[in-house]
């Protein structure tokens, strides 16, 4: 929060611009708001701000090797726009994708960017949030007013990844690098690499550099479940064949993707022993009999805990089997000069150490809130559905799906986020502030998600920063595509969890 105590030190503006809408965000989620705000509430006056210097997010920010989707791209891509290339796409594709959203819908005039915002005020006096945002480019303070936040930030911090801290770091002789922020200029040509994880960024990263540096060594200090199969879908290529129209393909395979999911996470669930020996055959597929599966391929958690990363062509497992790469389960001891000492009391002797140890969370964009000159603690605030939060007034969060893509949630919050705005100008409505109504009195109050259920790391980090879920569906971000596909456009808007004024 250094940012925020030195605002008062920077120029100012002395306008203030306002906008029926402000976004906060210029990711997947930004834009498809956009999208969703020009064709269900035309008319309305939006701004997005956005701290980098261009479009994408996540996709703009993560530049390391072989920077790829693990979920198929007919469900993260957008509902409205046909995704017509492999499923598993380079960030490029993404890019490039969202790029022709953004031009076939005009949505370059909207987004500022090198905005990055530090504070948001709400005013129920005025009905208005009043923003102040950094120029991330001149360093000048500017401000906005909005009726109504869409924070479209994200999840976690776009600076900076997280890296544990392990005992004698600094005597590492070599360079540490996090992928969240690769040097452009780093040549792993012939060197010794370790990379720390074994999560979807681990797998990606890899197989990108295992034919270019002289060996990389996956250290991992318990195995992750893999998916793995050939980067196509078959039924879109059969639909091709038949010269079907681009618009039907992607629906009818979103479907297809969509139910075939369903069944698997039901599996998972239902007979999760058989569901590991499928993902487990796989494996040994391209790893032949004698590799030891067990130790490096086996988790001890149950499929789908943590997110499934999907490998296509088994490209991580065919650099293992080449033996450009390899995988070593153990734990770090400590840095050396050279490398890694092991508790094992193996070393693993390294020229570049690659930190793929996840994110930091960031919870609202780590933007200071106040809502009527109290400062605004999201984890003393209750969630209706994951999107909307007790107390806070005019504002809807876009949090995506563990287990689905992103997109799809991102989509059916921006139905909901443009039938509510189109309900409130018609009743006139100015505030619209999410409230526990007399039956919810005893309901029992619990952490944002069931860890039970899901944990991954940067969540279990910061569950104490997230707002709280209660033990109805209206108070829970449900993780559950299927019901919310349903639930959301029936949501009763006059329901009295929604207090107006
Ligand atoms: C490497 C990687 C791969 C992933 N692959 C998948 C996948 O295959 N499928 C899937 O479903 N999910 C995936 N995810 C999760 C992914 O982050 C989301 O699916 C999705 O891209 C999030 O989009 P978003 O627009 O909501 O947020 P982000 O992509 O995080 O974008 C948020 C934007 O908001 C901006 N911002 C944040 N705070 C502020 C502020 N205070 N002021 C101004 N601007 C701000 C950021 O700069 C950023 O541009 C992946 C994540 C990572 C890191």
Not at 59 to 72: F, K, L, N, V
Not at 312 to 322: A, H, T
Request: aromatic share 12%.
């Amino acid at each position: 929060m250094n940012d925020v105590a030195t605002i008062l030190e920077r120029p100012a503006t002395s306008s203030v611009e306002h906008f029926d809408v402000l976004i906060v965000g210029a990711g997947i989620s930004g834009i498809g708001g956009a999208y969703h705000l020009t064709t269900q509430c035309p008319g309305t006056q939006y701004v997005i701000l956005e701290s980098q210097d261009s479009f994408g997010g996540t996709w703009w920010t993560h530049r390391y090797p072989g920077i790829r989707s693990d979920s198929d791209l007919h469900t993260f891509g957008y509902r409205f726009k046909p995704w017509t290339s492999a499923p598993i796409a380079t960030a490029e594709e993404i890019l490039s994708y969202m790029g022709d959203v953004i031009k076939e819908n005009d949505i370059a005039r909207h987004i500022r960017y090198h905005h990055k915002v530090l504070t948001a005020e709400w005013s129920s006096t005025d009905n208005l949030w009043t923003l102040e945002a950094i120029r991330t480019d001149t360093n000048q303070t500017v401000r906005f007013t909005t009726n109504f936040l869409y924070m479209c930030q994200g999840y976690y911090r776009h600076d900076q990844g997280y890296t544990p801290e392990w005992p004698d770091m600094d005597k590492f002789k070599g360079q540490i690098v996090h992928p969240q922020t690769w040097p452009e200029d780093l040549d792993v040509t012939g060197k010794r690499v370790v990379v720390i994880g074994s999560g979807a960024t681990a797998a990606t990263l890899v197989p990108a550099i295992a034919g270019k540096c002289a060996h990389v060594t996956m250290l991992q200090r318990s195995p992750t479940w893999f998916n793995t199969g050939r980067n196509a879908i078959e039924l879109a290529e059969e639909l091709r064949k038949l010269q079907i129209d681009e618009i039907w393909i992607h629906e009818i395979v979103r479907r297809k993707i969509l139910h075939d999911q369903a069944a698997f996470v039901k599996r998972t669930f239902e007979e999760p022993d058989s569901v590991k020996q499928d993902l487990l055959k796989a494996v040994r597929a391209y790893l032949g009999e004698d590799y030891d599966v067990d130790t490096h391929f086996t988790p001890s958690y149950r499929p789908w805990r943590q997110r499934i990363a999907f490998i296509p062509n088994g490209d991580l497992f065919q650099g293992i089997r080449d033996g450009k790469a390899s995988v070593v389960t153990d734990q770090i001891e400590r840095f050396t000069e050279t490398g890694i000492q092991l508790r094992s009391g193996d070393h693993l002797d390294a020229d570049i150490i690659v930190t793929a140890t996840g994110f930091h969370l960031s919870v609202m964009g780590d933007i200071a809130f106040t809502v009527d000159g109290k400062a605004l603690a999201w984890s003393d605030t209750v969630t209706y559905r994951g999107m909307m939060f007790t107390g806070v007034p005019n504002l809807v969060w876009v949090f995506g799906y563990f287990r689905a893509s992103w997109t799809l949630r991102a989509d059916l919050v921006g139905d909901f986020v443009c039938r509510l705005l189109n309900h409130m100008k018609q009743t006139g409505a100015r505030r619209v502030v999410p409230t526990l109504r007399p039956e919810d009195k005893d309901m029992a109050i619990l952490s944002w998600i069931d860890t039970e259920n899901f944990n991954p790391g940067y969540v279990m980090r910061g569950l104490h920063l997230l707002p709280k879920r209660g033990d109805k569906r209206e108070w829970q971000h449900t993780q559950d595509y299927w019901a919310e596909k349903d639930e959301f456009p029936k949501i009763d808007l006059s329901d009295a969890a929604f207090q107006y004024g």
